[in-house]
């Protein structure tokens, strides 16, 4: 079963930085690539950030935060996470962990490729 739970969110000022943080089983971490998305109110939900479950760690981004936030992973603690650095107004969203399989199309940060997700956790920037 995958379980995927996030934390960290919560709120901040324009300029500020968050980091979240999504825990997964040890299997799920290590036999799934993993991202982040979000979704806004009345927007649609979005690929932010993606990586490979291999060791080689191949990243995706978004353009809208690339060069802002880092996907990372701990491989001691099974956890994913998101540094979200210089952090905008239009970054206010509901953030979502989510794990693929790493056979399909998981860099192409598509919600559709992505089987599990977790609760969500808010994020909003004022």
């Known amino acids: 079963q995958v379980q995927l739970v996030e934390s960290g969110g919560g709120s901040v000022q324009a300029g500020g930085s968050l980091l979240l943080s999504c825990e997964a089983s040890?299997?799920?971490?290590?036999?799934?690539?993993m991202g982040w998305f979000r979704q806004a109110p009345g927007k649609e939900h979005e690929g932010v950030a993606a990586?490979?479950?291999?060791?080689?760690?191949?990243?995706s981004y978004a353009a809208s935060v690339k060069g802002r936030f880092t996907i990372s992973k701990d491989n001691a603690k099974n956890t994913l996470y998101l540094q979200m650095d210089s952090l905008k107004p239009e970054d206010t969203a509901v953030y979502y962990c989510?794990?693929?399989?790493?056979?399909?199309?998981?860099?192409?940060?598509?919600?559709?490729?992505?089987?599990?997700w977790g609760q969500g956790t808010q994020v909003t920037v004022s």
């Open positions: 990586i490979d479950s291999d060791g080689d760690g191949k990243t």
């Open positions: 040890e299997y799920t971490y290590n036999h799934y690539c």
């Open positions: 989510a794990a693929a399989s790493c056979r399909g199309s998981w860099f192409r940060l598509r919600g559709a490729d992505f089987g599990y």
